[in-house]
């Protein structure tokens, strides 16, 4: 659905059939081979891992990935940036919002 593809258009550009797509999406069959989940994260444009990880949070109920965060995420590990400076980015942005907020509090 986040790629704006209907069941159809996932099977014919994956080459799985739609039968196999519904069945996935719907818990019926659990346990696709590797060679299908690569051909659906590919026109995803996930890696299978993710994909797997959201399927499991969906069929236990739980609050799958944001697949576009993963996505960020993933771009800036192959960029160089670390957990540690995006933390360090973080803990800056948040004390320049409240030095922001004391000025026009004040």
């Known amino acids: 659905?986040?790629?704006?593809?209907?069941?159809?258009?996932?099977?014919?550009?994956?080459?799985?059939?739609?039968?196999?797509?519904?069945?996935?999406?719907?818990?019926?069959?659990?346990?696709?081979?590797?060679?299908?989940?690569?051909?659906?994260?590919a026109v995803l444009e996930i890696e299978a891992g993710v994909l797997v990880r959201c399927v499991l949070d969906r069929q236990a109920g739980s609050v799958p990935f944001d697949l576009e965060w993963m996505e960020l995420i993933r771009e800036l590990t192959k960029s160089g940036?670390?957990?540690?400076?995006?933390?360090?980015?973080?803990?800056?942005?948040?004390?320049?919002?409240?030095?922001?907020a004391s000025k026009h509090s004040s």
């Open 81 to 100: 940036v670390s957990k540690e400076m995006v933390i360090s980015w973080k803990e800056a942005w948040t004390k320049t919002q409240e030095e922001q």
């Open 1 to 41: 659905m986040r790629k704006g593809l209907s069941m159809s258009e996932l099977a014919e550009r994956s080459g799985v059939t739609k039968s196999y797509v519904n069945a996935l999406e719907r818990g019926i069959k659990t346990n696709p081979s590797i060679q299908i989940l690569e051909k659906i994260s």
